[in-house]
């Protein structure tokens, strides 16, 4: 989250391609030097260099691609716990219905 919204600053400020490129080069620097940390803030890292990215460009502005990603990576969540977790759910009770049916 941290990541995303540094992204969305970062992309708001509208900087030069080199203070673009810098930015990323040290989050880049910073995620390999805490990759193997139990704190778990690669994440956020990496999120911030996926969405730096995404942001950048002249076509359209960084706040409707900002919304844009969070709609996408909400319905990419979504179709995850879908898929995940309900499905499996589902096949688990009809497999234990269709063994009491049988009993």
Do not use: H
Not at 9 to 14: I, P
Not at 83 to 97: E, K, N
Request: proline share 5%.
């Amino acid at each position: 989250m941290v990541g995303a919204f540094a992204a969305a600053a970062l992309a708001l400020l509208g900087p030069q391609t080199s203070i673009t490129a810098a930015a990323v080069g040290l989050a880049l620097a910073a995620l390999s030097a805490t990759q193997a940390s139990r704190w778990y803030v690669a994440p956020g890292f990496t999120s911030f260099i996926a969405l730096t990215l995404i942001l950048q460009g002249p076509d359209r502005q960084p706040v409707a691609r900002f919304v844009e990603r969070v709609f996408e990576t909400c319905l990419g969540v979504g179709l995850a716990l879908f898929f995940g977790a309900v499905i499996p759910a589902g096949i688990r009770l009809w497999r234990a219905r269709r063994r009491t049916l049988k009993d």
